[in-house]
């Protein structure tokens, strides 16, 4: 495993282009927080939740510096496999110490304000399912393919700096409280939509 601090990246963006593939792990530009929810959180269960896993505490350089880390396994292990790799990389080249908890705090509740909301249902079909074991065992996409669609996962932007705009794909309303509108709010958000099932989202608004 190689891991080295990256001083070009933008500390206040996200992480940078990545791979993920059987046995192996490319990661650029990710901030050690971000690593420790991967480690602990995603890889560990092996699929992606609705609710991301909320690292708190540790010093002020866990969010702002970067670091580029490559990290290979034997013998093709899958991304469950791999997390116990992860975790000790973090524990020897960081010296972190995790413990898992729960605390009280402000969340925000999603609600419906009418009977009949106007989303759009997913068509069948129309996009990939996920989990990490998919997406390590995909195929590259070759030079002018277009990239498969995968549900619960979207194109997030921010257009002219001000309006933030995203496009979901074969998203559960758990998904799109938990998995995107948390991160942006800054709070957890709990659905409490009571609606089933997968919508195509597209939501602007100023943060």
């Known amino acids: 495993a190689s891991v080295k601090l990256n001083t070009t990246c933008n500390s206040e963006g996200g992480p ?4 993920l593939t059987p046995g192996r792990f490319d990661l650029h530009c990710v901030a050690l927080r971000s690593l420790i929810g991967m480690a602990y959180g995603a890889f560990a269960g092996g699929n992606l939740n609705s609710r991301r896993m909320e690292v708190v505490g540790g010093p002020h350089w866990m969010d702002t ?24 990389l973090l ?3 960081f010296q972190v110490k995790v413990h898992v908890g729960s605390q009280e705090g402000s969340v925000y509740a999603l609600t419906v304000l009418k009977d009949n909301p106007k989303l759009q249902r997913t068509k069948e079909g129309s996009c990939v399912p996920m989990d990490l074991t998919s997406i ?3 195929p590259a996409v070759k030079p002018g393919e277009p990239r498969p669609t995968y549900c619960g996962m979207g194109r997030p932007e921010k257009s002219d700096g001000v309006t933030f705009i995203s496009d979901w ?3 559960t309303m758990a998904e799109f409280a938990g998995r995107m509108l948390s991160p942006v709010l800054g709070r957890p958000v709990i659905d409490k ?6 919508f195509d989202i597209h939501l602007e608004f100023v943060p």
Not at 16 to 19: F, I, K, R
Not at 68 to 82: L, R
Not at 193 to 198: E, M, R
């Open 16 to 19: 940078g282009p990545g791979s």
């Open 65 to 88: 510096d970067r670091y580029d880390i490559s990290a290979k396994a034997e013998g093709g292990a899958s991304a469950p496999q791999m997390a116990p790799m992860l975790q000790s």
């Open 91 to 93: 524990e020897d080249r």
């Open 136 to 138: 390590m065992s995909r």
């Open 169 to 171: 794909y074969g998203m």
């Open 193 to 198: 939509t009571g609606l089933t099932g997968q």
